[in-house]
């Protein structure tokens, strides 16, 4: 069965480092997305991506935050100068559609920030 | 008001019984609603899409009342297996950009 993958499974960072998380969608879907869930907290949508273009972003998506899609099949989420409050674990999701009642996100294993 | 909203839990029952978790969500508007699952340090997974007719998978059956705005998660006969967290789950309008609003989940844990 086709997944999405994430690398790396966890990394750590200083404060004020840059970092990218690298995600592999499921290779015919279309739409990509990034969230994010603070350890003991909800899952929070950062980003949606469709047709190399942001389709909608969160509050917590500033400007410290970046999205790419380099080439067919990598998908990633750079953060360019890491804060504390950035620790968390990120989640890659890609789907088909969107907007699609029976639609579905299929989620990777995520990636592990620490900021130190 | 939370977007959704969830009672955390944890809900403990002996195997086999039936367990019932509730979500409410704020905007009327929205359009798609699931549960997912999630274990413990895992990726969300999705268990059900909700309707309004309401749907049934085995021994999981999801309604939702969009009057109330309401979304519900009945189990009946718990497995050891059914202990995670159920996440409610929203799409909210426009709906075409996939952003999905997570609830804080409600954690269930079934005994032996």
């Known amino acids: 069965e086709p997944e999405v993958t994430q690398t790396p499974s966890h990394q750590v960072t200083q404060m004020g480092q840059e970092v990218i998380l690298r995600c592999v969608p499921i290779s015919n879907h279309l739409y990509f997305y990034w969230y994010r869930q603070i350890l003991g907290q909800k899952v929070e949508f950062l980003v949606s991506?469709?047709?190399?273009?942001?389709?909608?972003k969160s509050e917590i998506f500033d400007d410290q935050f970046s999205v790419e899609r380099p080439d067919g099949s990598n998908f990633t989420l750079k953060i360019r100068s890491t804060k504390l409050e950035d620790s968390a674990m990120y989640f890659c999701a890609s789907s088909p559609l969107a907007g699609v009642d029976t639609d579905t996100q299929y989620f990777g294993p995520g990636t592990r920030l620490t900021v130190l | 008001r939370k977007e959704v909203e969830q009672d955390p839990g944890p809900f403990n029952v002996p195997e086999g019984a039936t367990v019932a978790f509730n979500c409410t969500y704020s905007n009327s508007a929205s359009q798609s609603f699931f549960w997912y699952r999630q274990d413990c340090r895992k990726e969300p997974k999705l268990l059900m899409s909700?309707?309004?007719s309401g749907n049934e998978d085995g021994r999981f059956t999801a309604q939702l009342n969009r009057a109330s705005q309401y979304i519900s998660l009945l189990i009946r006969d718990s497995k050891l297996s059914d202990s995670a967290t159920y996440l409610c789950v929203v799409n909210p309008p426009p709906g075409n950009t996939g952003k999905l609003i997570f609830g804080q989940g409600t954690t269930l844990q079934v005994k032996p």
């Open positions: 909700v309707y309004s």
């Open positions: 991506f469709y047709n190399n273009e942001i389709s909608e």
